[in-house]
């Protein structure tokens, strides 16, 4: 009989080790649960961040595009403008050289009816009457 006991004091012993042992790796495999379960939970928002993330990215291409389009748009705007003035500025130049050529013809002709009115006048002043230009500049009130 003690050699029963004995059988089964070790039998006990070694189931004792193999609970004590099976406790640990219940233990442990709770642990990587635990550890797989926090993981995945990290994954889940680290891939929901990249997607947002990629929709903002998508979003800033979009508006940088416009923008590229707004700039392209804008420059070709600016380009004709500044053509538009060089044109008109060009057309004043050439107004300007045509006016100041008509004001020179005027000048010109001014001068040549004023030296023609006073040698009127000085010839009329010899012969002791008043001249034509004279008459019409005292009829106009001049």
Same mark, same amino acid.
């Given at each position: 009989?003690?050699?029963?006991?004995?059988?089964?004091?070790?039998?006990?012993?070694?189931?004792?080790?193999?609970?004590?042992?099976?406790?640990?790796?219940?233990?442990?495999?709770?642990?990587?649960?635990?550890?797989?379960?926090?993981?995945?939970?990290?994954?889940?928002?680290?891939?929901?961040?990249?997607?947002?993330?990629?929709?903002?990215?998508?979003?800033?291409?979009?508006?940088?595009?416009?923008?590229?389009? $707004? %700039?392209?748009? #804008? *420059?070709?705007? @600016?380009?004709?403008?500044?053509?538009?003035?060089?044109?008109? =500025?060009? !057309?004043? &130049?050439?107004?300007?050289?045509? $006016? %100041?050529?008509? #004001? *020179?013809?005027? @000048?010109?002709?001014?001068?040549?009816?004023?030296?023609?009115? =006073?040698? !009127?006048? &000085?010839?009329?002043?010899?012969?002791?009457?008043?001249?034509?230009?004279?008459?019409?500049?005292?009829?106009?009130?001049?």
């Amino acid at each position: 009989m003690r050699s029963n006991v004995d059988t089964i004091v070790k039998l006990q012993s070694d189931v004792d080790k193999v609970e004590n042992a099976n406790k640990m790796l219940q233990a442990q495999i709770k642990d990587k649960k635990d550890q797989f379960a926090d993981m995945a939970t990290k994954l889940h928002n680290k891939i929901k961040l990249r997607d947002a993330l990629k929709g903002q990215f998508a979003m800033v291409q979009e508006q940088l595009a416009a923008a590229n389009k $707004t %700039e392209v748009s #804008l *420059k070709k705007v @600016k380009e004709g403008k500044e053509e538009d003035a060089n044109s008109e =500025a060009s !057309e004043n &130049a050439a107004d300007n050289k045509g $006016t %100041e050529a008509a #004001l *020179k013809m005027l @000048k010109d002709k001014e001068a040549k009816l004023k030296r023609a009115t =006073a040698a !009127e006048e &000085a010839a009329a002043k010899k012969a002791g009457t008043k001249s034509k230009s004279s008459l019409w500049s005292t009829m106009l009130g001049m």
